[in-house]
Every structure is written in structure tokens, then in C-alpha cells.
């Protein structure tokens, strides 16, 4: 199982729809997570850390479930602006440190 | 206003000639990383360092170097760049932390080694 894994997409969602994405992880010892948004071309920037109770923040939801090892992003009322390429990132403590991040799923979103 | 500044931003330069790309924060923030970032492999990290002084390799530190002499610059060096050193480059700070804290990033440095 890969350390960090996305559906490479690209998911084609028109606007308005509401869009899912998941993200597994294969260590069970991983203490924090994160999803990023990058842009074409450009450095990628925090979106949401993701709790362990599950957070909203306007139209994202993130959702961590550790008995699965996974982690999700819901968008709602999806916008033009959303369509981006979205990184899951996942921090585990142990011997070393590490930090790991997803390939990303890639997301248009149509007119 | 907060930022990590990478220089230069494009470098197209040819295999072995030395090379150094800065990178500065200005927000006292304790823990830089660099990552490079190829098509189909995402980000991977080069070099971290958590203090002044402290480094260690990340997943793919061979044909890098770093150091963390200020608190507020951590320069990535190159000393025989070769072609598949060609890449996307970013760097990222935080407050503390191996990536336990979210990360602010510069705005890469696109580099092509001939």
C-alpha cells in the first residue's frame, strides 16, 4: 500500500455540483493531516488541517476516519475558482519524522 | 506581509555548473524544508532543517546540499547539477515541526539543468 494515496482524477464537475475526494494513508501512526490546493503552476497553500471530530470551514468539509486510514474533502456548491489540483499531506511522529505528500487529485470544474 | 521568497525564480543553466537557490522567510519561523515537485511524483522532500543549524536529508537528499546558518535563510546548493535535477522547486517554512504544522511555500523555483 502506498504511503499517501489520491485518485489522480482529473474529475470533470459542473458547477454547483458538490465533489468528494478521499485520501488513504498506510501508517497507522500518522498524527497530522492537511489538504492543500495548488494551482497550475504555482506553490501549493494550506486549504484545511483536518480533525479528528471533522471541521467545515464555508463550503469544505474535512473528515479524518483513523479505523479506515483515510481522510476526505467534500466541496459543495462547487465554483469555477475551486477547479485546482487538491493534495492530501500526512505527518507521522516515530523513529523519524516524516511528512508525506499525496500526488493530488486534479479537479475542473465546468461553466 | 508574510511570505517565503525563493530566487531566482527560472534558472536554465548546464550540468555541472555550481548553483544556489535562496530562500528567505520573514515570519521567525523555526522549521524550512525544501521539495521538489516532477509530473506523476508529486512533492518530495529534499532537505529539512528544524533550527538554526540543525538539517537532515528528507526522501531524496542525493546531489543536494543545505544549510541553516540564520534562522531566516535555508539556500538549497547544487554543486555538479546534472539534467535529472531538472524540476520544480519549492521551499516551505513553519512554525515548528516536521510538517506537524501547516507550511507556507515560496513560489518555486522552475530550474533546467542541460
Known amino acids: 500500500r502506498k504511503e499517501v494515496e489520491q485518485d489522480p482524477g482529473p474529475f470533470n464537475v459542473p458547477e454547483g455540483a458538490t465533489v468528494a475526494f478521499n485520501c488513504t494513508y498506510s501508517n497507522s501512526a500518522s498524527q497530522s493531516f492537511f489538504w492543500y490546493r495548488q494551482d497550475c503552476r504555482k506553490e501549493p497553500k494550506l486549504l484545511m488541517s483536518?480533525?479528528?471530530s471533522g471541521n467545515e470551514d464555508g463550503r469544505f468539509t474535512a473528515q479524518l476516519n483513523r479505523a479506515s486510514q483515510y481522510i476526505s474533502l467534500l466541496i459543495r456548491d462547487s465554483k469555477l475558482s475551486d477547479s485546482a489540483t487538491y493534495l492530501c499531506?500526512?505527518?507521522?511522529?516515530?523513529?523519524?519524522?516524516?511528512?508525506?505528500f499525496g500526488k493530488g487529485t486534479r479537479l475542473h470544474i465546468l461553466p | 506581509e508574510a511570505q517565503v521568497t525563493q530566487n531566482p525564480r527560472y534558472l536554465i543553466t548546464v550540468t555541472g555548473k555550481k548553483l544556489t537557490v535562496t530562500c528567505s522567510q520573514n515570519?521567525?519561523?523555526?522549521?524550512m524544508s525544501w521539495y521538489r515537485q516532477d509530473p506523476g511524483l508529486g512533492l518530495r522532500q529534499i532537505y529539512y532543517s528544524m533550527n538554526v543549524e540543525v538539517t537532515d536529508k528528507g526522501d531524496v537528499p542525493e546531489g543536494y546540499k543545505v544549510s541553516r546558518k540564520e534562522k531566516r535563510n535555508f539556500p538549497l546548493i547544487l554543486e555538479s547539477p546534472s539534467p535529472n535535477q531538472t524540476s520544480l522547486y519549492f521551499c516551505a517554512s513553519s512554525l515548528e515541526g516536521q510538517g506537524s504544522q501547516p507550511q507556507h511555500f515560496g513560489d518555486g523555483t522552475r530550474l533546467s539543468i542541460l
Open positions: 515570519m521567525n519561523h523555526e522549521y
Open positions: 499531506v500526512v505527518f507521522s511522529r516515530g523513529r523519524d519524522d516524516k511528512i508525506i
Open positions: 483536518v480533525y479528528s
